[in-house]
């Protein structure tokens, strides 16, 4: 079965630095997200891309976020100065056809701020 | 009011045990449901959607309330494996593929 898959699986950074999680969305989808969990909590969303543009970002994903499709098949989330709250575990997920079809997750990079 | 609202447990049954969770959602408009698990410190999996006519796969039976904005989720003899937190999930209102998560209900079977 196809399959999300996200690199690394764990990101140690100081704090201030730039981090850069990378994910392969399933081949021939066409959405693509971020979710991000900080342990013990729910599941928040991050932004949605399609056709090569953000199409919806919430609060979270301020200016200090970035999302970038270089190659047509990584997506890419990265995080230009990080900070101490931004310690979570980050999924990427995709889906096809349309928005509304369910979402298929990869199994995460934990990012730890120091 | 939380945009997706569960009771997070603890559900604790012994095997065999039929359970239900249950979830509320507060965005009229959202047009798509489905229940994801979670294992400890893994990725959300997609379980089933959830449709307004109830669909059953297998042991796991979801429901749709639209009126009352209610969606819920039956599991049936309860295994080992089952143990995980559910999570129900709602698009939202936008057609841009945003999942608003609950926070989870947390099952642990027992033997």
């Known amino acids: 079965e196809p399959e999300v898959t996200q690199t690394p699986s764990h990101q140690v950074t100081q704090m201030g630095q730039e981090v850069i999680l990378r994910c392969v969305p399933i081949?021939?989808?066409?959405?693509f997200y971020w979710y991000r969990q900080i342990l013990g909590q729910k599941v928040e969303f991050l932004v949605s891309?399609?056709?090569?543009?953000?199409?919806?970002k919430s609060e979270i994903f301020d200016d200090q976020f970035s999302v970038e499709r270089p190659d047509g098949s990584n997506f890419t989330l990265k995080i230009r100065s990080t900070k101490l709250e931004d310690s979570a575990m980050y999924f990427c997920?995709?889906?096809?056809?349309?928005?509304?079809?369910?979402?298929?997750f990869g199994d995460g990079t934990r990012l730890s701020i120091l | 009011r939380k945009e997706v609202e569960q009771d997070p447990g603890p559900f604790n049954v012994p095997e065999g045990a039929t359970v239900a969770f249950n979830c509320t959602y507060s965005?009229?408009?959202?047009?798509?449901f489905f229940w994801y698990r979670q294992d400890c410190r893994k990725e959300p999996k997609l379980l089933m959607s959830?449709?307004?006519s109830g669909n059953e796969d297998g042991r796991f039976t979801a429901q749709l309330n639209r009126a009352s904005q209610y969606i819920s989720l039956l599991i049936r003899d309860s295994k080992l494996s089952d143990s995980a937190t559910y999570l129900c999930?709602?698009?939202?209102?936008?057609?841009?593929?945003?999942?608003?998560f609950g926070q989870g209900t947390t099952l642990q079977v027992k033997p």
């Open positions: 997920a995709s889906s096809d056809i349309n928005s509304n079809q369910p979402q298929h």
């Open positions: 081949s021939n989808h066409l959405y």
């Open positions: 891309f399609y056709n090569n543009e953000i199409s919806e």
């Open positions: 965005n009229s408009a959202s047009q798509s």
């Open positions: 959830v449709y307004s």
């Open positions: 999930v709602a698009h939202g209102s936008s057609n841009t593929g945003k999942l608003i």
